[in-house]
């Protein structure tokens, strides 16, 4: 743990990025073992889970699949170690002023914002954060790669000269995955690295004005803020400058489609470099410097793609849902742990040379963005997470979906967790707090309907937290140039 573990863990993955696919497959078999072992040793649910099952030689194949529901509803067994409680850690989670401290002064937590039934709990300690942390050094892409040498030299410059400087623009005020990794940098960064951290519940013009005032090396968003942010830029009143050395746009947290990333390089006259994760496992693949696909990080998870019955789906088809195996985390062992991303291994290699798979690229565009018209003519882009965050935050409500209704109407329709309690009151002072402090209160009208249950999505058979009946505006881009 500490500086020597970080430093080590960033030249073991940078050799890994020139291995061989045999060598990267002893190097996951040999923490895939030692994971068993641990998840064995000490939480009960997986020794009682893996009972007559030979973890030393099985594959990975034969172990019975976890999914979120049962991970939460076992989770103190869960979990190695036996002072983690769910109730304890969500009320300590719950205190404010716990933000950017260390749970028994060795774990983070953080929730995630699922898309059905309760968010899951999820708890790094030190050791499994300091390989997010490597990773998100040793898998930076770059146009042309980067040697051992040469990082060092750059870490030197940093130090001495100026530090690197990253401006990230996320959801905050909670415990959210990628606010809570920025939250906890490892113990030397800041002597090189400049993290500011923005909050998008904050109005746009105000994030602006902010981001006008400084220059980065490093833009860290999700691709609905990055588009909204492009847009922002086009028109002029952005004047973000991302400066070399390593000059970077990085999305993480949601699917990057192919109208954002030409928006973006459009913008900045840069490409995006792509981050596939989850809170259970914060980077399974990222984009290459020649950022076509993203690959698997398959020395630090396992990435199994099946279809809905759970048979595995052929290379070059997507699947219907992920099995992830995160090889870092002993603390909360993930060993073939279900999440619904729809996503397939490219069958086409990239001309990198890394010896990691692919992901095919997604397709589709962004309809999360909500456009409200503004007054005197033109947009504003909304982000859904301005009205979600605080939703996230209330306990009375199960379920919930957002629709855009109108161009400058939202229906929030929620399913209560008591059915007998009345907290539509509650649900509408929460919706127009975040309505104001984005500054919309005079244009933009909510209505609150609360059901039974939120219908799911017929050809995915998920549930869509945020939908536009209105969609993109036909003449968006006449205001754009
Ligand atoms: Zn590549």
């Known amino acids: 743990m500490g500086v020597p573990h970080i430093i080590g863990l960033i030249f073991s993955m940078l050799r890994a990025s020139r291995a061989t696919p045999e060598q990267?497959?002893?190097l996951r078999e040999k923490r895939f073992r030692r994971l068993l072992r641990a998840a064995v040793a000490r939480s009960p649910f997986y020794r009682n889970l893996y009972k007559g099952i030979d973890i030393e030689r099985c594959p990975l194949s034969d172990l019975p699949v976890v999914d979120k529901k049962t991970m939460m509803e076992n989770f103190d067994e869960f979990v190695t170690d036996s002072r983690l409680r769910k109730a304890d850690i969500h009320q300590w989670l719950g205190n404010k002023n716990n933000y950017g401290k260390m749970y028994l002064e060795k774990?983070?937590?953080f929730k995630t914002s699922g898309t059905t039934g309760e968010n899951a709990l999820v708890v790094y300690d030190r050791?499994?954060?300091?390989?997010?942390?490597?990773?998100?050094?040793?898998?930076?892409a770059q146009p042309e790669p980067i040697t051992a040498a040469q990082t060092i030299n750059l870490i030197l410059k940093a130090l001495l000269t100026k530090r690197f400087s990253i401006t990230a623009v996320l959801m905050t005020g909670g415990p959210y995955p990628a606010s809570t990794i920025a939250a906890y940098p490892p113990p030397f960064y800041n002597y090189f690295v400049k993290y500011e951290v923005h909050s998008l519940l904050e109005p746009l013009s105000q994030i602006v004005r902010k981001l006008n005032a400084s220059s980065c090396n490093e833009l860290y968003s999700y691709p609905t803020m990055l588009e909204i942010l492009a847009r922002e830029q086009l028109e002029g009143r952005l004047q973000l400058k991302i400066e070399q050395p390593l000059a970077t746009i990085a999305s993480a947290s949601e699917p990057l489609t192919d109208s954002v990333r030409k928006l973006v390089q459009k913008a900045w006259g840069m490409k995006i470099q792509d981050t596939y994760g989850s809170a259970e496992c914060f980077l399974m693949a990222r984009s290459c410097g020649r950022f076509e696909r993203m690959h698997v990080m398959s020395d630090l998870c396992f990435l199994e793609v099946v279809d809905r019955q759970g048979?595995?789906?052929?290379?070059?088809?997507?699947?219907d849902k992920v099995l992830i195996t995160?090889?870092?985390n002993y603390v909360q062992p993930f060993i073939r742990y279900e999440v619904s991303d729809v996503t397939g291994y490219s069958v086409q290699p990239c001309s990198c040379g890394q010896p990691f798979p692919t992901l095919?690229?997604?397709?589709?565009?962004?309809?999360?963005?909500f456009y409200v018209e503004r007054p005197g003519g033109g947009y504003d882009a909304v982000h859904p997470y301005l009205f979600l965050g605080p939703i996230v935050e209330m306990s009375?409500?199960?379920?919930?979906?957002?629709?855009?209704?109108?161009?400058?109407?939202?229906t929030f329709y929620y399913v209560p967790v008591n059915p007998a309690a009345?907290?539509?009151?509650?649900v509408r002072k929460v919706l127009e707090t975040g309505i104001s402090n984005a500054g919309l209160s005079d244009r933009v009208t909510v209505k609150t309907v609360c059901v039974k249950s939120i219908p799911r999505d017929h050809r995915s058979g998920k549930m869509r937290q945020i939908i536009s009946q209105v969609g993109v505006p036909g003449d968006l881009d006449t205001y754009q140039d």
């Open 360 to 369: 095919l690229p997604v397709e589709g565009r962004t309809d999360d963005i």
């Open 311 to 319: 048979r595995p789906v052929p290379d070059g088809q997507t699947g």
């Open 422 to 426: 009345h907290v539509e009151n509650e």
């Open 24 to 26: 990267i497959e002893r």
């Open 107 to 109: 774990y983070i937590a």
């Open 326 to 328: 995160n090889l870092c």
């Open 396 to 410: 009375q409500v199960r379920e919930y979906q957002l629709v855009q209704t109108g161009r400058n109407e939202v």
């Open 127 to 140: 050791h499994a954060l300091d390989y997010v942390h490597a990773a998100l050094i040793a898998r930076h």
